[in-house]
């Protein structure tokens, strides 16, 4: 089966380079929790090593990556919609069909997984270990009623990771209204200071209300004229440096988290924004092998952390769990190599007997939804239907 992104052409390298950053970000996060979810121990540093160990921590900045999904998410569905001069029952149908069979068939075989890990964790692993979060989540019980709303994508205990699928789910069920608020060139003004006042809401981060601005700038992206500023890219490097260590210069200010989001989203609207709209092409976004961890970074992001909590395990009960803690960058850059090896290769195979079948299925049902060929469709432009449904 070939890839579900080519396409031809400038239009082909858009759309690696937006797998490409997907992967990358997926990365980010897989080396995130690796330095993140355990309680290593806190060696002597002078203060420039603490400063030079600071400076490569939160280049690893987990969260700014998962804000950076949801703006790609947005930008790319928006692909698959502008086509359509109009929302149409047939469309819409046919957008959540694929969705549906982009999201559920990995998860279900993720939770899977996850339920082994926290067997396996919780049973060899000594307590205060883990982060709370995840100490949490690892004593959470495993029943009927936990599996069956994870499987629905509500209950998130079982696997960490499935949060920010919680909150795609969400946005998914509203984006064909958003994408026609933001084509309105009036209506998007007053949407986008809707979402930004629902962003700033005192809700609990896991609801997940603060990312509806990620989800509205990213759908506005290929709706912007495809001319830029002379110094964008400069703008956009600072974007990428914002992106990655606003967490670390505002850590003594002790705002509430939705702020850091916020500013997240901005800048990674700024990068995903030139990156589409520039023409630039970045050779080291086009070449084949991040191009592939972009395909395959849905399993990665989805089962990385089941199989590091198992390598964790099984090399605490090889070597010892206190000299695992005991030599925290050690840890961290091999527990990080092991678990991307393996769960690439996971994720390989996944991606072609599970994700890219079934995803297929979607899209042929999808099309016999729509039944004849998209109603009163627009001028060709970047073909990313079935780039789309990849996030």
């Not at 990358?24 to 897989?30: G, K, S, Y």
């Not at 121990?41 to 603490?50: A, D, E």
């Not at 209506?187 to 509806?212: D, N, S, W, Y």
């Amino acid at each position: 089966m070939s890839s579900v992104t080519e396409t031809s052409g400038t239009e082909r390298h858009y759309l690696h380079q937006l797998t490409s950053l997907r992967g990358v970000a997926c990365l980010v996060v897989l080396f995130g929790h690796a330095i993140q979810v355990f309680r290593y121990h806190n060696p002597q540093r002078t203060p420039v090593q603490g400063g030079v160990h600071d400076l490569i921590t939160y280049a690893f900045n987990a969260e700014a990556a998962v804000v950076l999904f949801f703006v790609l998410s947005g930008c790319v569905l928006s692909l698959s919609l502008r086509k359509y001069a109009h929302m149409t029952p047939r469309i819409v149908g046919s957008f959540y069909i694929k969705r549906i069979f982009r999201i559920y068939p990995l998860l279900w075989f993720s939770i899977g997984l996850a339920v082994l890990s926290m067997v396996v964790a919780r049973g060899l692993v000594p307590d205060g270990v883990f982060v709370g979060w995840l100490a949490r989540n690892l004593h959470t019980p495993v029943s009927v009623r936990n599996t069956v709303a994870s499987l629905a994508g509500v209950f998130t205990r079982y696997n960490g990771p499935m949060w920010s699928l919680r909150v795609e789910l969400m946005y998914s069920v509203v984006f064909p209204l958003l994408f026609v608020l933001m084509r309105g060139r009036t209506a998007r003004v007053v949407t986008l200071l809707a979402l930004a006042v629902i962003a700033l809401l005192p809700v609990p981060h896991e609801v997940g209300t603060v990312f509806a601005l990620s989800f509205g700038l990213g759908a506005l992206i290929p709706l912007l004229p495809g001319t830029l500023g002379r110094y964008h890219g400069w703008y956009a490097l600072a974007a990428l440096v914002v992106l990655l260590y606003d967490r670390y210069a505002l850590a003594g200010l002790h705002l509430p988290e939705r702020i850091a989001d916020m500013i997240e989203t901005l800048a990674a609207f700024v990068v995903i924004r030139d990156l589409y709209a520039s023409g630039r092409q970045y050779r080291i976004l086009l070449s084949r092998p991040v191009i592939v961890v972009g395909e395959l970074s849905y399993g990665i992001y989805l089962m990385h952390l089941p199989i590091m909590l198992i390598v964790f395990t099984l090399a605490g009960q090889r070597m010892g769990t206190a000299a695992l803690l005991a030599h925290p960058s050690l840890t961290q850059f091999t527990l990080g190599v092991v678990t991307a090896v393996l769960t690439t290769a996971l994720a390989g195979l996944t991606y072609r007997v599970l994700e890219l079948p079934l995803h297929n299925i979607g899209r042929r049902l999808g099309r016999a939804v729509l039944d004849v060929a998209p109603a009163r469709p627009l001028p060709p432009t970047q073909d990313a239907d079935t780039h789309a449904s990849r996030i």
